[in-house]
């Protein structure tokens, strides 16, 4: 089988997306090696992440014959054609236009629909693109991969589409943090970031749907014992996170973390008495994934997919319940026992997002794809 898929994301972005579509692509790779593997971007971005998963020799970068505005969403065509592709793979909601008619069979992957859920967090004209966008693809991909159950039932709401061309594929996490803690590097991680001794780690952008305000009003209620670690990149709402630090008088128990190198993020993990990860809305929830692998105990929002990433042995509270999150934090953080049994039912838990169920996974949806394309 030759796969083409958009690369976009995996030569270009470093966060979500990008590690979808790179640890998507790989574990393929490492698991089925008589499929060919062709990657279409326009740019590369020389960046670690992209140099270390383009050694990988089964893996062929394409770049456009004909460049342009408009390559990924028409001009691609042809070359997919000239390269005897026999199915493309959309990673980021959006699939070229006409592709039906090539007689390639197309996949799309469906992240989340934040845009539509939470419109007020996106400007006027990306929201419109991204609605069109993803809006074509549901309707025109000859099946559609969510990454959760919540992504596969807010398509079918919004997009009315059959749920019998919908299938959940669970997304898995970089190899990194499923290793065993190196605890003399990780030392040298807290000294060079100034780390606390005991602290609760949030990841993410700190925009409002992460909901890092909530995790600030817990902490005035949580044992002083803790700080706070975010590691994230900021935008605008920083404005009310800083006045409800101060206003709290809590700069003493906050430490942000920005720009962190990728190989420095297992061991801030790792060295974490517990993750929190209060988020609106989510499409599946990475972070908590690199959370369990790195057998931290795990405190999330109900009400989006959280849940899913999780399992049974993590916490869960509404999600602008501070005194509820502070609570829970407050549980594990008193009791090793019960940080103990979480990190094992975690880790035991997470397993089912390992990289060679998923690969299987996706394989299957491809080969009944293809199945079905050509009878």
Known sequence: MKIGFDGKRAANNFTGLGNYSRSLIAQLASFFPQNQYLVYTQKIK???QVTEFLKDKRIRVCRPENPGLLWRTSGIKKQLLNDKIDLFHGLSHEIP?????????SIVTIHDLIFLKFPQYFNPIDRFIYRMKCRYACRHADRIVAISECTKRDIISVYKINPDKIDVVYQSCDDSFKAEPDHAFNETIRI?????????????????????LTLIKALKDVDPVCK????????????LVNKEIDRLDLRERVVFLEHVPFKDLPAIYQ??????????????????????????PVVAAKGSCL?????????????????????????IIASPELQNKMATEGLAYVKRFGNEVIAKDMIHVYNTTLSAKNN
Not at 97 to 105: D, H, P, Q
Not at 289 to 296: F, G, P, T
Not at 324 to 331: F, K, R, V
């Open 228 to 239: 706070l670690v975010v590691v994230g990149r900021k935008t605008s709402y920083m404005d």
């Open 46 to 48: 020389d960046r670690a």
């Open 271 to 296: 060295m974490a008495k517990v993750f929190a990860y209060p988020s609106l809305y989510e499409g599946f929830g990475i972070p908590i994934i690199e959370a369990l692998y790195s057998k931290v």
């Open 307 to 331: 849940e899913e990433a999780g399992g049974n042995n993590s916490f869960y509270i509404s999600p602008l319940e501070h005194a509820a999150l502070a609570s829970a934090i407050n549980q």
């Open 97 to 105: 236009l006409g592709i039906g008619k090539t007689g390639i069979a």
């Open 192 to 212: 060079k970031y100034s780390l606390p001794q005991q602290y609760i780690l949030n990841v993410g952008t700190i925009e409002i749907r992460k909901n890092l």
